[in-house]
């Protein structure tokens, strides 16, 4: 099972770094920004967003070609929201995944102007996929654009920079999450499943699906702040404690954080049941994103 | 014939500030994004750039209700990267129009957040306006994002910022201002006229028409710096000068500026002649570009 859905991941993975490159690789523009762009994107990553997409849509349908560029433009989105998220005036981050940010690498200015080119690039990209027809293509950009823009991911920047100030209860931290990074995983869910054929009924299951994968993965990244091998997560045990954050052992204790995960992992899957996707790699990746060591 | 342009230009402006009123105050979101968004896009200016898509409209057919929506996103997107050109980063500008910029009046981070969504958000508005025909909205989009991203403002913004340590030719400032500014009048004009009904032809006249207007508002934008008024401008004269900025009158001098810009307003002219529009509202804005004081 595990290997199975490794060799899947591993696949994906590439069909969706190749396309990245194609598709940045050939633009014509200034060089210090296309250098700036492809630094970011090219940075690494588990690339789990696309995976997501593309499992979503193999649950629906043997043809996950048509899903590939609406995987690389979430992939253009999620970049963005983390160059400008290490910047001085948001968190402050010099390193991402070992690797100084975007802004330490080249500059401030540069680093704005490279976040705010791949928003509108993924616009782009999806706009002229000649895979997809008109109807895909607005469908897709109308979620894309919600889950990301003031509704979506912004809305969860903002509200995580107001709560570091204070304490909040458990109802407003997973308020943040959802928006920061639960928005987008319900694009992938929904938009892979939708392009794959899903009917809407199963594609609203899929975003019950989505939402407690959001807090899966948050729940996770918390508890492996404590209980992590430092190597494996590539920074110290302890940061957030250290920092003050809203994490969900600081709110519920660790065992308890770890038994809501269970509880998320059970309602998780039975959304999926009734997606008629039970049996897809998206029930494996919930037991990946649960039980992942980095 | 000023005062018809005049009442044009009003009747649009308040059009355009009505949608955009309702677009924004209407918003379900965090109260200081929305409050940061609302303050920039409601700071006034002139709306040239939704005014001229309307009058690209007019000019081609009765109903210009169709073009609102794309209209108000371009000038969402227009301010977005004057939220972004003003940040400490780049610009470093404290005042615009008179009055604090975004990062002023809030923060930095609420600023490029800000930005973010309101450049999300265009998106967004385009691709669910019901007035639009699916084909329209991914054409409108198609543009929209070629215009605003890498190939196009972004790209002018980096090309800027490097100048700035220099002196460059008159073809490169010419580049620059293409890609800065005349790229989204290139797509205020022919997204105007698109959907007005215009052809392809008139269209691709339209947008040599849009060429030479972006740089006649770029050279009386220089001109104005040299021999404007203070209080028409809002701002001292002699600032280009002060900072060593590349301009018109600096490459050219003063008269040779003067004259290439009535050059351009007579050629301007000629490529409205071709695309039928002569006697349409765009040929009194580019006398009214050319000329004015403020």
Known sequence: MQQKLEAFMDEQKSAVQQEIYDRLRGLDIPERLKASMVYSVEAGGKRLRPILLLAACQAYSDDTEVALTP?????????YSLIHDDLPAMDDDDLRRGMPTNHKKYDEATAILAGDALLTYSFELIANDSGLT????????????????????????ILDMKAEQRDITLGELETIHTHKTGEL??????????????????????????NYLGLIFQIQDDILDVTGDPDKIGKPVGSDKANNKNTYPKLLGLDEAIEKKSRY??????ALHRADAASSYLAMLADYFSARDY
């Not at 694009?187 to 699906?209: C, D, K």
């Not at 992992?265 to 039975?270: G, P, R, S, T």
């Open 185 to 210: 995983l319900r694009f992938a869910v929904a938009t892979g499943a939708y392009l794959g054929g899903a009917s809407n009924e199963q594609i609203a299951h899929l975003e019950t699906f989505a």
């Open 134 to 157: 008109d109807q895909q293509k607005i469908r897709v950009i109308q979620s894309l654009s919600e889950v990301s823009g003031p509704k979506g991911m912004v809305a969860g920047q």
């Open 265 to 270: 992992v059970q309602q998780a899957k039975e």
């Open 71 to 79: 995987a690389v433009a979430l992939e253009m989105i999620h970049t």
